[in-house]
């Protein structure tokens, strides 16, 4: 009889939790995974565990992670897979290393594409092949992970075609455009991998998701020999053919991509690594067998074809498994071993890893096509047949997110970041321009949660993530401003010089024509498709202001005839703008109430303005639910002045 001795909690992921365990009689190492939380008892987790199980039983490959054992313990799902000790994700070797030796990338190359070709050969498409989901053994054994993803032609698609999910850095062109995955998709993504190993650098990088998608969409990456010297030319054509941007000009396959890696690996003079393409014996028995797991519970009722468990458990697993000071938080379960106390928890560490995880999610990404159904699908009055079919809409999407969330980690991350906000922002926390990107992305987050709880698709139960620190405050935290610079929109000047507290010598950066206080929007400003359908969506400031120093500022707002769904985010450049300046969001702000007029203040970081003239913009923040539910297309915020203020 199988038993699992756990020996310690390896980690804790946003739905399960980690064990270090021995299997007896055979005393070997192996990782359980125990689920916890109300998502064991979501059907549709169910399905999508079943799936991920099903396909691990048939991928029986030396580069496939090796599922062992899974079944159910007093109501509780689990499943077991091979400890591998000393293994590294490659992005984390990456991050340490920089980019790796040519000929080590190569072999890590050829080893994933070998995995792939496996896959497909089986009908498999992975969807989410990336560094994060791919570890490095101290022998060298490269092992593709994170099957929660996958297609398969002979079962029901649970994730449906024109839903964007996977990792924004690494989703091929057609999956970004809704598309459905083919076995081209991971090929794409494999290239996007060996270039970072060979570079040390994301093909596609950018400081914002946007900018992200549209270097996919419409941008070629750098050929690796000019970001990295003395690599073989074969590389540059192998790259540039795997990222192609449409399917059909790309390799076509990953046994051609293997062949060609080999080409430029035996180019390079250094002998193609003999691997095994396959295991000999089966990787994986899943039956009613008798088997005990000695604490956590007894009593297990074997899960045959999978059970109830949840999407992607294969990347809480891999980050579990991670020896790295940024490990998840360990927590005290039940174990026949005491888990370790809860280290203290790092700020920058807990900040980096909240972003890694929102940009994983890629909020803007999936409210997108969010926003696309629930247009489709709402009607005023609808019929029978209608209110079912947008009740349809809201179950999708209220399983899609709750799948993202898990996928991306936020949650975990964000609970990890929760009691250490206040360290992260403000003085002597993150550098000024780290705490403006981790705040934009949190915005993100929190628009997406908003969005999908005012559409009916679930509540996103966020901890507290943003500061007083860094955000908007009840009251002012600047005494009598001295300087910095007003945006007035409205014609009559003298309540801006009383409301505001500036001092005489305040710049006016101001539109000199008449009242035009009303920004109006009819689809958000941060879609650059739909620019020509803006309207006044934005007012930019005509003149440069100058930062004073490091000193801190914050901005000032008077709203007025606001609705509390709206508000407005600040902007600014470095460079005077032009159709292809980079805004870079500062501040949002929203009323509490529909007030006739109200003011608003925003906290910003020390520094966060210094360093020479900056020209400033402020948009409307868009409400879809309003757009949707009330068909407010056209909204409007009031913005009678806007002040940057600096201390005296």
């Not at 077991?80 to 992005?91: I, Q, T």
């Not at 247009?375 to 609808?382: D, F, I, M, Q």
């Not at 179950?395 to 975990?412: F, G």
Request: proline fraction near 8%; charged fraction near 20%.
């Amino acid at each position: 009889m199988t038993k699992y001795v756990t020996l310690h909690v390896l980690g804790e992921g946003g739905m399960g939790v980690v064990y270090m365990a021995r299997q007896e009689p055979l005393g070997r190492e192996v990782a359980i995974k125990y689920l916890t939380g109300a998502s064991a008892a979501n059907a549709e987790f169910r399905k999508r565990f079943e799936r991920e199980v099903a396909v691990s039983l048939r991928l029986e490959h030396p580069n496939i992670i090796k599922l062992l054992d899974a079944g159910v313990e007093d109501g509780r799902c689990f499943y077991v897979m091979e400890y591998l000790a000393g293994a590294r994700p490659l992005d984390d070797l990456v991050a340490a290393e920089g980019a790796l030796p040519v000929e080590r990338a190569l072999d890590i190359a050829l080893q994933l594409a070998d995995a792939l070709a496996h896959c497909h050969a089986a009908g498999v498409v992975h969807r989410d092949v990336k560094p994060a989901n791919a570890m490095l053994t101290a022998s060298g054994r490269a092992i593709l992970m994170d099957f929660g993803l996958v297609t398969d032609p002979g079962a029901t698609l649970l994730t449906q075609p024109g839903h964007v999910v996977g990792t924004p850095r690494y989703l091929a062109p057609e999956l970004l455009r809704g598309q459905t995955a083919t076995p081209a998709t991971d090929l794409w993504a494999l290239g996007a991998t060996i270039y970072e190993l060979l570079t040390g650098r994301q093909a596609f990088g950018g400081p914002s998701m946007m900018e992200i998608t549209r270097g996919i969409l419409r941008e070629e990456p750098p050929a690796p020999s000019t970001v990295r010297a003395g690599l073989p030319p074969q590389l540059d054509q192998l790259i540039a053919d795997l990222l192609a941007k449409e399917p059909a000009q790309r390799v076509p396959d990953a046994a051609t991509a293997r062949a060609r890696i080999e080409e430029v690996l035996a180019a390079t003079g250094k002998a193609v690594p003999l691997r095994p393409r396959r295991r000999t014996q089966p990787a994986v028995r899943l039956s009613r067998s008798t088997a005990a797991v000695s604490e956590p519970p007894r009593g297990r009722i074997a899960l045959a074809a999978g059970a109830a468990l949840v999407v992607a458990l294969l990347v809480a697993l891999t980050v579990g498994l991670r020896a790295r000071p940024a490990a998840a938080p360990v927590v005290a379960v039940a174990s026949s071993a005491a888990a370790p106390a809860a280290p203290e928890v790092d700020a920058a560490d807990a900040a980096a890893r909240l972003e890694h995880a929102i940009d994983t999610l890629a909020p803007l990404a999936l409210q997108r096509p969010m926003v696309g159904e629930f247009v489709k699908a709402h009607r005023r009055k609808p019929s029978p047949a209608e209110q079912q079919a947008y009740q349809a809409v809201v179950n999708r999407w209220r399983n899609r997110i709750a799948v993202a969330l898990v996928q991306s980690r936020v949650l975990e991350a964000a609970r990890a970041f929760s009691p250490v906000r206040d360290r992260a922002f403000g003085a002597g926390g993150l550098p000024a321009e780290s705490q403006r990107r981790l705040a934009e992305r949190i915005q993100d987050v929190l628009e997406l949660a908003t969005s999908a709880q005012a559409l009916g698709a679930g509540e996103v139960l966020l901890p507290p993530l943003t500061s007083p620190r860094y955000g908007q405050v009840a009251q002012s935290t600047v005494a009598s401003p001295a300087g910095g610079g007003a945006l007035i929109l409205e014609r009559d000047r003298a309540p801006f010089a009383r409301e505001a507290g500036a001092a005489p010598d305040v710049v006016p950066l101001t539109l000199e024509e008449s009242d035009v206080r009303r920004m109006r929007a009819v689809t958000d400003p941060r879609l650059p498709d739909l620019e020509a359908e803006m309207g006044t969506a934005y007012r930019l400031c005509g003149k440069p202001i100058l930062a004073r120093g490091a000193e801190t500022m914050e901005v000032r707002a008077a709203m007025s005839d606001t609705r509390p769904e709206l508000g407005m985010r600040v902007l600014i450049a470095r460079t005077e703008p032009a159709t292809d300046t980079r805004w870079l969001p500062i501040a949002w702000m929203r009323p509490a109430k529909s007030h006739e007029r109200e003011f608003l203040y925003h906290t910003l970081p020390p520094g966060l303005l210094a360093g020479g003239p900056l020209w400033v913009r402020v948009e409307v923040m868009y409400s879809w639910p309003l757009a949707i539910l009330e068909r407010l297309g056209a909204q409007d915020v009031q913005l009678p002045w806007l002040f940057l203020a600096a201390p005296r």
